[in-house]
């Protein structure tokens, strides 16, 4: 419920500063244009309902923000982007006392009426201070809000997707509202050197005499004193909490490699890692959203308690065991408990997408393996200018890349100008023999559509040989780091390579192994173009009945 209001009123505030921003947009026109729109964008935001959701939005986005410093148990090992979320929350407030104080607290005391081309030139020509410092809280705020959308938005799928999209709207916006801020400022420091404009201007707003100004001057300062009192009482109270804390007992944590560590009772098993300097992944910043810190407890699951609504639903989304847990939500009892991280340390925010865990763990699983090798490729090179060699291996993958992924295809990796897919993760054997046969065709139409157009620019086309086998193998996520994937173990995978390079052998285009064929339920189809062997497979005991195919276009599928 804590995280829902934190993003609900943020999103709130978020939507309040944007639209405001867009009169500021309409200064790089006039200002006219500027005061034009200030009626229209805050009309809905000057009812009481509008008020309430500003006000109400605002203290309780400070008030949770205060609590999160409260809650917090370490500020050692905080990533930069939280620690600048943190501050730029911080200030937020203090930076808004001013324009809070000279607006909204003179319209609501002395009955004024505050305009742009009055705040305009008050800006940029009587307190450019105060103009400096206006354009300083604009930056801050949205930069402290699109912090808090990018925590939230980058453990989403669509994230990769459209996050430059998003990255842009993030800077055109502001880069707009300042710079018509600027135009419209000077349009204003221009007309104010006319007496008669001013005094027309200060008709429509109204006068503040030296008391009045004191008055709110005086306000501003207690708002301010108000605001540091409130995050001194909160960081004492913190301290005390910590302090008490300490008290209750200490925990052994050990951890699978072996490695011991002890703590007082307080910290999660998140904290208790990154204070022992323990790599253990964590994307969200302790939030219990990404999944990524999640650990197995193999000793002492009864010294936590039991996981909260939220980690319950996070834990579904990545299908986990029951004695898995996230590592920033487990605070463990006093006492002995032993865990295993289930994620590498480098893990991203990716990796606690629900498509991309399905098979992190690793499992058995029947599907059918495909490779795929560019046939003479280094004499077809070696003449080549690295840039019209590099041009080419593009085109070539994605012809063959296309291919695969519109049979239902998953794209393992490229080994030079080779391709490794695999067929059947998610839908089984039977469909992914059919999807591996449909695209050899594919691949084959592809690769002579591809030689017909670059027939001015090679001297012979270019030739593939492709290897296909089914069989039992280990699915999971496999790798280090930014080099994570889905892939494929076994003797299954071995055989498929062995298959394709047959293709020499046979001096066929595809070499695929009669237990596709059967899976597939295409066993009987044969032609003058397709003959079928034993062939003995390096590492296997038995021979193989395999088919060479000369031409895999030619396939029935």
């Not at 964590?282 to 990524?292: A, I, K, P």
């Not at 865990?357 to 699983?365: D, N, P, T």
Request: aromatic fraction near 8%; proline fraction near 4%; glycine fraction near 8%.
């Amino acid at each position: 419920m804590i995280r829902r209001l934190r993003l609900l009123t943020g999103l709130t505030l978020f939507t309040y500063v944007a639209t405001h921003a867009i009169a500021l947009v309409a200064g790089n026109y006039s200002l006219a244009a500027m005061e034009g729109l200030r009626h229209s964008v805050s009309e809905a935001w000057e009812t009481w309902l509008g008020l309430f959701l500003l006000y109400g939005a605002f203290l309780t986005h400070l008030s949770l923000g205060l609590y999160a410093i409260y809650r917090r148990r370490r500020w050692r090992g905080m990533a930069r982007s939280e620690a600048l979320q943190l501050i730029t929350g911080l200030s937020v407030p203090v930076l808004l006392a001013l324009h809070f104080v000279s607006t909204r607290m003179a319209e609501v005391l002395y009955d004024l009426e505050p305009t742009y081309p009055w705040i305009m030139a008050i800006y940029l020509k009587y307190d450019t201070v105060a103009g400096v410092r206006q354009a300083i809280t604009l930056l801050t705020v949205w930069l402290h809000g699109c912090l808090g959308l990018y925590f939230w938005l980058r453990l989403k799928p669509f994230w990769p997707r459209w996050r430059f999209v998003l990255f842009a709207g993030a800077l055109l916006w502001p880069t707009l509202s300042l710079t018509g801020f600027w135009k419209a400022g000077n349009e204003a420091v221009a007309n104010a050197a006319d007496p008669a404009w001013v005094r027309a201007v200060l008709a429509d707003v109204g006068v503040l005499n030296n008391d009045a100004q004191s008055m709110l001057l005086t306000v501003e300062n207690v708002v301010i004193l108000i605001l540091a009192g409130l995050l001194i009482a909160t960081l004492i109270a913190r301290s005390v909490r910590i302090q008490l804390e300490k008290r209750r007992g200490m925990v052994r944590l050990r951890y699978d490699d072996g490695r011991e560590f002890t703590f007082n009772q307080g910290l999660s098993l998140l904290e208790a890692s990154r204070d022992c300097n323990h790599p253990h992944a964590g994307v969200c910043g302790g939030r219990g959203r990404c999944s990524t810190c999640r650990v197995r407890v193999r000793k002492g699951a009864e010294l936590l308690p039991p996981p909260s609504p939220a980690e319950v639903a996070v834990l579904e989304r990545v299908r986990a065991g029951p004695d898995v847990r996230l590592a920033c939500q487990s605070i463990p009892a006093a006492g002995s408990i032993e865990i295993t991280p289930l994620l590498p340390h480098t893990a991203t925010a990716r990796h606690g997408h629900a498509a991309a865990s399905r098979l992190a763990h690793g499992r058995e699983a029947t599907i059918a393996v495909m490779f795929c090798d560019l046939r003479g490729f280094t004499r077809v090179s070696e003449d080549r200018l690295p840039y019209d060699t590099v041009f080419l291996l593009n085109r070539y993958f994605d012809a063959m890349g296309r291919a695969i992924e519109e049979s239902g295809g998953h794209l393992d990796k490229f080994i030079g100008d080779g391709v490794m897919a695999l067929f059947g993760l998610e839908d089984g054997a039977e469909a992914g023999c059919r999807n591996a046969l449909r695209a050899a065709k594919r691949m084959a139409e592809r690769l002579a559509a591809l030689n017909s157009g670059l027939r001015q620019d090679l001297d012979q086309p270019l030739r593939i040989g492709i290897g296909i086998h089914v069989g039992p193998t280990i699915v999971g996520e496999m790798g280090y780091g930014r080099a994570t994937q889905i892939t494929a173990i076994g003797d299954t995978v071995n055989t498929a390579s062995r298959l394709e390079s047959m293709t020499k052998e046979f001096s066929a285009q595809l070499v695929v192994s009669r237990a596709v064929l059967e899976t597939a339920g295409q066993q009987d189809f044969m032609s003058e173009a397709i003959t079928e062997h034993e062939a003995a497979i390096r590492g296997r005991q038995r021979p193989l009945r395999v088919l060479a195919v000369a031409d895999a276009a030619a396939l029935p599928v």
